[in-house]
């Protein structure tokens, strides 16, 4: 099923098309902690599902791979 899913989703990647967002954000905490604004505190980490849950987001997954793929803005 992974396997199904990877291969439905495969296509060539561009690196030019996706920008740094880490990065980014790390140079905004940076610059905001320089020049003295306060800096809002992360959200907290979401909770670990279990395997079950895990197995029935792969079949959905798998289920929405073979609909068709609409672009990302």
Do not use: I, N
Request: zero cysteines.
């Amino acid at each position: 099923m992974a396997v199904q899913l990877v291969g439905a989703l495969s296509a060539d990647w561009d690196p030019g098309e996706h920008r740094d967002q880490y990065q980014e954000r790390v140079r905004a905490f940076l610059t905001a902690k320089m020049t003295g604004e306060t800096v809002p505190k992360a959200a907290p980490t979401p909770a670990a599902t279990s395997a079950q849950d895990l197995m029935t987001l792969l079949e959905a997954s798998v289920e929405k791979a073979g609909e068709p793929r609409t672009a990302h803005p």
